[in-house]
């Protein structure tokens, strides 16, 4: 090989290594770097007494549904009411024609003063013939009639005061009074009309809205945890409906007692019907309108809760993310019971003192470092309770 041979043989290997090694330089370069640690807020969880609430749906019926009617037959003359205003026991509603029953009275009490006028000079011939009878100056027979019609005039008043009492009670019915408090509906009939006549004619009707009663129906197998589980007498029970006016788009609480079950079982549907009366003394609820109704169970108990929001499922089930010792995400399967909008009580897979993740859940994976922030005093369980007073206070002795 010449000399011009080995330079440019020289210079072609280096060249050669200079390429490679800015190829190694650059790939070095662009190598990956690890991501900062994830910032992410931890509820601590912890095995203790938490109060137990469970959900069901359900529909609101009005405590008291009045229908309005005619008691007595007649031309309608007067209405003293809007329609869908609010109405107080005793109100006036309609008025119908009172002429005829007016003299109806007016008769009856004009027969008993007849009748009271015959009784008087009766009663006088009766004390006028005793002592000529017991004298041997009249006939015995004279006076017995007299007595007789005494009597019969008795009875007659007796009929008259029925009579009377009948006009009365006639005469009252034309006055149609509200039955109960309440919202009343839309009128059936209009003034001008003729009512009662061949049946009752149904006027309007009214609902009792200060209280409203909630019918819900848990299966079978919840009703029985309900009676088994409840550290209660009287369980607690509240719905959330939506404000009115301003306050439309917030969410209001209106609370109440589980009062009544049944005692059967609906063979169709294995359900057990069961219902709430809410206090509803701001008309929020409408009857007939469709709710989720929560109904405390018990607080001696304990379980381990999280915030549902901290939940997960893939194709392996249901999981949570926890903080391990080295500040990593750790996926940490678990068996959930029951749930609710504000908790969700874990049989399986968590302990005491066990820091789940509560946020940043999108970008979060298995073993990724993670800068945790522990939020429980504010939006730990407990705190979310106390925050929605869903931990009721105990039930006053009474005295």
């Not at 031309?75 to 005793?90: Q, S």
């Not at 609480?253 to 079982?265: A, K």
């Not at 509560?358 to 994976?365: A, D, P, R």
Request: charged content about 25%; overall charge positive.
């Amino acid at each position: 090989m010449g000399i011009l041979q080995k330079q440019l043989y020289t210079i072609i290997l280096s060249v050669s290594l200079l390429l490679l090694s800015g190829c190694g330089e650059e790939k070095q370069a662009k190598a990956p770097k690890a991501p900062p640690p994830l910032n992410v807020e931890t509820v601590t969880v912890n095995k203790k007494n938490f109060p137990m609430w469970v959900q069901f749906t359900g529909t609101t019926k009005a405590v008291s549904d009045q229908e309005i009617r005619a008691r007595v037959s007649g031309r309608l003359e007067k209405r003293f009411f809007e329609d869908g205003a609010h109405v107080n026991k005793g109100d006036k509603l309609f008025l119908i024609e009172q002429s005829q029953y007016q003299s109806n009275l007016d008769e009856a009490k004009s027969k008993k003063q007849k009748d009271e006028a015959a009784l008087a000079l009766s009663k006088a011939d009766v004390r006028r013939y005793q002592p000529l009878v017991k004298e041997g100056l009249a006939a015995r027979s004279t006076l017995e009639q007299y007595e007789a019609k005494r009597d019969a005039l008795y009875a007659s008043i007796a009929a008259d005061e029925a009579a009377i009492q009948n006009a009365t009670l006639e005469l009252s019915y034309t006055t149609i009074k509200a039955p109960i408090s309440g919202q009343i509906g839309a009128r059936k009939v209009d003034v001008g009309n003729l009512v009662g006549y061949g049946e009752s004619t149904l006027l309007a009707s009214v609902v009792q809205t200060d209280k409203i009663y909630t019918y819900f129906s848990p299966s079978e197998k919840n009703a029985q945890k309900i009676y088994k589980f409840k550290s209660r007498d009287k369980l607690p029970a509240f719905i959330e409906v939506r404000g009115q006016g301003k306050d439309i788009f917030k969410r209001k609480r209106l609370d109440g007692f589980v009062d009544f079950t049944n005692n059967t079982v609906d063979p169709l549907t294995s359900t057990v019907s069961m219902r709430a009366t809410i206090e509803n003394k701001d008309k929020t609820v409408f009857p007939g309108t469709f709710v989720y109704i929560n109904v405390f169970i018990t607080d001696k108990y304990e379980f381990v809760m999280v915030p549902p929001q901290a939940i997960l499922e893939d194709q392996l089930g249901k999981f949570v993310y926890t903080v391990d010792e080295n500040a990593s995400a750790k996926r940490t399967s678990i068996e959930p019971g029951f749930s609710t909008r504000y908790y969700t009580s874990i049989y399986k897979g968590l302990k005491s003192s066990d820091k789940v993740v509560i946020s940043g859940l999108v970008k979060i994976q298995n073993g990724r470092k993670l800068a945790p922030e522990d939020v429980t005093a504010t939006k730990g369980v407990e705190a979310v309770l106390k925050k929605h007073n869903l931990i009721p206070e105990e039930p006053k002795a009474v005295e």
